[in-house]
C-alpha cells in the first residue's frame, strides 16, 4: 500500500506538478552522490576527497533549482519528506550498527566490521592525520551515506511502502558485496557476509517502518 502523506497540499495535475514529481525525484538520485564518489575511487582510484567535492554539486544544484522554482506548498511537501529521511535514515543507521556490533561479537575470528570507519577517514584526511579525525571524519562519512540513501529511498520508492525499503537495503547490500571483498581484501568472507547482510535488512526494515511512522507524525 502506498504510504499515506500530505500530498494533498498539491495540486492535483498540471505543468507545476511534474515539475515537483521531476524535481523531488531528481533530488533523491542526487543524494546517492557519496556512493558515486566512493565507487569512483573503488573503480578509477581518484581521490575520493575529489569525488565526494564534485559529485556534491547535483544535490546542490538540484536542491536550490527545486527552492527557487516551486510553488511555496510544494516546497513545504518537499522539506517534510527531506525531514521524514533524514530522521528515519539516522535511525536505520544506529539500528545497522547496532546489529553490527551485536554480531560481531558471536563469531569467532577476528575479522573487525568498524574497521572501514578507520579507511574511509583515512582516505578523507590523509594516513597523517590525528586518529581520532581519521575515526571523526570515517564515521560521518558512514552516517552521511546511511542518511542519504535512505532520503534517496523516500523521495524515489518510499511511496511503495515496507517492502520497497527492505529491498533497498538488500541493494545496497548486493553494492558492497560487489566491491568491498576485492578492495578490502577481506579474509573472513563468510562473516563479512553474514554481519553486512543481517545489517542491511535491519537497515531497510527499520527504514521502511521509520519513514512511515515520521511521515504521518512530523509537522
Known sequence: MPTPGPSALLPPDGRQHRRYVLLSRATGLSLLFSGVALLTYILARISLRLALA?????????LATSWRTLLPQQRALLAH?????????LLATGAY???????????S?????????????????????????VYAAGVGFHVMNGVCFA????????????KAAIFWGL?????????????????FYK??????????????TVLGFGCRWL????R
Open 54 to 62: 564534485a559529485a556534491a554539486i547535483f544535490p546542490i544544484a538540484i
Open 97 to 107: 550498527d547496532l546489529t553490527k556490533f551485536v554480531l560481531s561479537q558471536f563469531e
Open 215 to 218: 511521515n504521518t507524525r512530523l
Open 109 to 133: 575470528s577476528t575479522y573487525r566490521p568498524f574497521e572501514l570507519m578507520r579507511v574511509f577517514g583515512v582516505l578523507l584526511l590523509g594516513a597523517g592525520a590525528p586518529v581520532p579525525a
Open 81 to 89: 519528506r527531506l525531514k521524514t529521511g533524514i530522521l528515519a535514515g
Open 191 to 204: 562473516e563479512f557476509v553474514q554481519i553486512s547482510a543481517a545489517s542491511h535488512l535491519v537497515y531497510g
Open 151 to 162: 532520503v534517496a529511498y523516500w523521495l524515489l520508492f518510499g511511496r511503495y511502502g515496507v
Open 171 to 187: 541493494f545496497l547490500e548486493v553494492f558492497q558485496l560487489t566491491l568491498y571483498p576485492g578492495w578490502l581484501q577481506i579474509k
